[in-house]
């Protein structure tokens, strides 16, 4: 199982950015997939996740700005985050839980500063 995540980077307080993450190694279609992200000295909390039915979940921190979503033709997920604000600073990473195997990606950084 690899996952390859892309798009993190610099952006300024209120921005967007979105971020994409390529899996291989698993039946895309079938599988949940999750978006982590770890700040600074912090454990790594759960961001939010889509099923394979494209039902979405979100931690309360996020919603209302950041979309999940889901491309099964490209195996890949996507987060879109808006509103972007310094707290949001963290590693962001895919994650994919195989009968309780959990695969992650290497993390990209999203970095929220002006």
């Known amino acids: 199982v690899q996952l390859q995540a892309l798009g993190g980077g610099l952006v300024q307080p209120g921005g967007s950015l979105r971020l994409s993450c390529k899996a291989s190694g698993i039946n895309f279609s079938l599988n949940t997939m999750r978006w982590y992200r770890q700040a600074p000295g912090k454990q790594r909390e759960l961001v939010a996740m889509?099923?394979?039915?494209?039902?979405?979940n979100y931690t309360d921190s996020v919603k209302g700005r950041f979309t999940i979503s889901r491309d099964n033709v490209r195996r890949t997920v996507f987060l879109q985050m808006n509103s972007l604000q310094p707290e949001d600073t963290a590693v962001y990473y895919c994650?994919?839980?195989?009968?309780?195997?959990?695969?992650w990606g290497r993390g990209t950084l999203v970095t929220v500063s002006s």
């Open positions: 994650n994919v839980d195989r009968a309780g195997t959990h695969y």
């Open positions: 889509i099923s394979s039915t494209s039902t979405t």
